[in-house]
């Protein structure tokens, strides 16, 4: 639980960086890019913790975990995926 708090005490800050960034490079459009950030992360924030519950009374817990990790990852190559794209 601590490690957690850490972390997401770290990440706090970045949040509005990649606001202020997404806002920045939107050419005009920045409330659909703060709507569209603010969409993924209600939608991240409700339906991976639900499925990853679900699946942890199904399964080991690690297995359940072994999902999050390969999710974060999907989002990891879908950032670069897209960044690319755009340059």
């Known amino acids: 639980v601590g490690i957690s708090f ?3 005490a770290a990440y706090g800050p970045i949040w509005c960086i990649i606001q ?9 459009n920045s409330g659909k890019a703060i709507g569209l950030l603010s969409i993924a992360s209600g939608i991240g924030g409700i339906v991976l913790p ?3 519950g679900k699946l942890a009374n199904a399964v080991r817990i690690e297995n359940a975990l072994y ?3 390969v ?3 999907i989002g990891f190559f879908i950032c670069f995926k897209v960044k690319d794209e755009e340059h």
Not at 20 to 28: P, Q, Y
């Open 71 to 73: 999710a974060a990852a």
């Open 20 to 28: 202020a960034v997404a806002a920045a490079d939107s050419k005009g």
């Open 50 to 52: 639900t499925a990853i």
């Open 67 to 69: 999902v999050l990790a």
């Open 6 to 8: 850490i972390i997401g």
